[in-house]
């Protein structure tokens, strides 16, 4: 996974000219995608870089254009809102995905933020919550529309009732291993695994983490606990 | 959520207020005596009593310190909404109190006019969480989530990607500048991690889990 480039950090008394925030909207409904076409337009802290109805194109023009912030509609044509998620995600892209949704969708926000969203509106968002939602989210930051927070606290209720352990037996060993700084090869070497499955379970771990390498990891998972 | 218990009150919105630091809980009982919606039906420093207040204050929603609440809190709750309010916000302990049913969770920073939509949001059924915790929280999700999908290479995602385009193994070998001993081979590992023994399963495969468009 490549890191995501960070934008720039808002470090107080840097004088340097501010890049507008590069937004692209894709929507299926002709109405609600320029709605948000015209508020992007308008602020002058943002650029529209793309106004488009398919996922499809949609990823093509996030792939070729790499905005900073896409605005997906959730039912797009073609390719739909969370796949072209998944595969942005997928591919390391630095572009940020704030979802647009029904409110009836709520239910599909745990998935679409463990998939890597970077925020959920609502249909019913006003432009002011959508702009505010795009700086947000260009910040690195989560938005979240205030009726998919319920939506979101009552999947991890859901959740809670079968709770398991954050790290399996195994993604425990292969981490404690990593802390003494053994090499991949080394560990599936210990754990009698294939080097290849050491290599995708780091990378799985890091995804889950948060992290982009191996120091970082270690350095999470013991500030939670996870391994001592 | 529950709705009915929503839809059944009537009249204010009875507030409890446990917090073990006094000028903080003068300021939010004050708050809430100001909102015509609401009514402060107790307050305490502690949640030793929380039962005992409960039963006979009756709230709708229990207005409590992070730092006093612990699972028994919690449970002891249930027939109120708990909505927890931080001074440091930390996205496990917050991740954590929605998980045992907390129905928000806040920033000791926001103000009073904020918290009190809070406590009606919460009184409604909704959960509320702090814009501040919300990306943490998202990290809370992803750290929980196990992705059961095989992880591929650059060259395996390549192929993958000409195979999906409809080339044939040697039409990918010349693409990538591969031998074609070696694009069998990847090709090999790529059945493996799918689970399948022939290329229009491989992408039928890779498509379903999301590998590939």
Not at chain 1, 173 to 183: F, I, K, M, P
Not at chain 2, 51 to 63: E, G, S, T, Y
Not at chain 2, 117 to 131: C, F, I, K, N
Not at chain 2, 147 to 161: A, H, S, Y
Request: charged letters at 25%.
């Amino acid at each position: 996974v490549r890191a995501r480039p960070a934008r720039v950090a808002d470090a107080p008394g840097t004088r340097r000219a501010v890049a507008p925030i590069r937004v692209l909207a894709a929507g299926r409904q002709p109405l609600l995608r320029e709605a948000v076409a015209r508020a992007v337009r308008q602020r002058a802290s943002f650029q529209l870089v793309a106004e488009i109805s398919d996922g499809r194109a949609a990823l093509d023009a996030i792939e070729r254009t790499c905005p900073d912030v896409a605005v997906l509609e959730l039912r797009l044509a073609g390719l739909d809102g969370a796949r072209v998620l998944n595969a942005v995600m997928r591919d390391g892209l630095a572009t940020r995905v704030l979802l647009l949704a029904e409110a009836s969708d709520a239910d599909e926000a745990y998935a679409a933020i463990a998939a890597g969203a970077s925020g959920w509106l609502s249909k019913r968002a006003d432009e002011h919550e959508l702009c505010a939602a795009i700086a947000t989210v260009a910040r690195g930051h989560v938005a979240l529309a205030p009726d998919v927070q319920t939506a979101i606290a009552s999947e991890i209720r859901r959740r809670a009732m079968r709770r398991e352990p954050l790290l399996d037996e195994r993604e425990r060993s292969v981490l404690a291993l990593v802390a003494q700084g053994r090499s991949a090869p080394a560990i599936a070497r210990e754990l009698g695994m294939s080097a290849g499955s050491v290599k995708s379970s780091l990378i799985r771990l890091y995804q889950r983490l948060g992290v982009s390498d191996r120091a970082a990891a270690v350095a999470v998972a013991m500030r939670r606990g996870l391994i001592d | 959520v529950c709705p009915a218990f929503a839809s059944t009150r009537t009249g204010p919105i009875r507030v409890l207020l446990v917090d073990d630091q006094p000028l903080f809980q003068d300021a939010l009982a004050r708050a809430v005596r100001q909102d015509g919606a609401m009514e402060l039906v107790g307050q305490a420093g502690d949640t030793r009593e929380l039962v005992a207040m409960i039963d006979r204050a009756q709230p709708d929603v229990v207005l409590v310190d992070a730092g006093l609440l612990d699972d028994r809190a919690v449970r002891t709750a249930r027939s109120a909404r708990l909505l927890v309010l931080s001074g440091e916000v930390d996205a496990a302990e917050a991740y954590a109190a929605i998980e045992s049913g907390a129905a928000g969770y806040l920033s000791k920073d926001a103000d009073g006019a904020r918290i009190c939509r809070a406590v009606a949001a919460a009184a409604r059924g909704e959960t509320v969480l702090d814009p501040s915790v919300q990306t943490g929280l998202a990290q809370e999700i992803r750290l929980r989530v196990r992705d059961p999908r095989p992880v591929l290479t650059q060259r395996e995602r390549e192929i993958l990607v000409l195979m999906a385009d409809g080339r044939t193994a040697p039409e990918i070998a010349g693409e990538l500048q591969l031998s074609p001993a070696t694009v069998r081979t990847h090709v090999f590992h790529l059945y493996e991690k799918l689970g399948v023994a022939e290329r229009a399963a491989a992408v039928a495969a890779a498509m379903r889990k999301g590998l590939v468009e």
